[in-house]
């Protein structure tokens, strides 16, 4: 319908619905805030719940350009775009509480529609929590990664990197029989060796794994033929 609200374009401007609002450029619906006051935009303007939120802002389309977002800064300096995921544990807006051990601080989720809802399609996320106690300027952090496997649509933990800079995959311990390590690998899976893939396309010798120290190189394993 033609907005109720226009400038001197009279297909161009603000119309409302039941309980909606509406902003057309073109004659043609770009953004709607509906009675939950969701914004939604793009193409596609109905309220979904997917991957179990119905966010305040929903971005969906049928093509590239109507289900996207992209950030892009121009300026002379070594400055770039951000995008910033926050929590406090403060129960009032505004509040500084820090947050405990394990919390939570911000996720990125990757959702796919399974053939009956876009509630359940979790395939891959990655988040961020507190690795240890957090107050004043003191706020260490792990970062994990997780997928989910064949027959299930449940997230499971593949690896992280926790606020030493020590990396674990298939584990969440970052030391082996008293031994800690700045890399850690495991397997939960009996079937599986736990093995690193070395190859070169090449049948030269060559050193696949070095050691060094101040001092150097000081051994190395090598293949070769």
Avoid at 53 to 58: E, F, H, I, N, V
Avoid at 172 to 189: E, M, Q
Wanted: glycine share 12%.
């Amino acid at each position: 319908s033609a907005p109720a609200l226009t400038g001197t374009d009279s297909n161009t401007g603000i119309n409302f619905g039941t309980d909606t609002v509406n902003i057309n450029t073109g004659g043609t619906t770009r953004a709607t805030v509906n009675s939950s006051g969701k914004i939604l935009t793009g193409n596609y303007f109905v309220e979904k719940q997917i991957g179990g939120r119905s966010s305040s802002l929903q971005i969906q389309g049928t093509d590239a350009n109507t289900s996207s977002l992209s950030l892009f800064r121009y300026s002379a300096n070594d400055g770039g775009s951000a995008i910033t995921l926050g929590k406090g544990r403060s129960s009032s807006a505004g509040g500084v509480d820090k947050l405990l051990e394990n919390d939570t601080v911000g996720s990125i989720l990757w959702v796919a529609a399974n053939n009956a809802d876009l509630q359940n399609g979790n395939m891959a996320a990655i988040d961020v929590q507190a690795d240890a106690e957090q107050g004043g300027a003191d706020t260490p952090a792990r970062m994990r990664f997780l997928t989910v496997p064949d027959n299930s649509s449940t997230l499971q933990e593949r690896m992280r990197i926790d606020s030493d800079g020590k990396v674990m995959i298939n584990t969440t311990s970052n030391a082996f029989d008293g031994v800690t390590g700045n890399l850690n690998i495991a397997n939960t899976n009996t079937n599986n060796n736990t093995c690193i893939n070395c190859s070169r396309n090449t049948t030269s010798a060559r050193s696949q794994i070095r050691f060094s120290n101040p001092n150097g190189n000081v051994g190395s394993i090598q293949t070769g033929g």
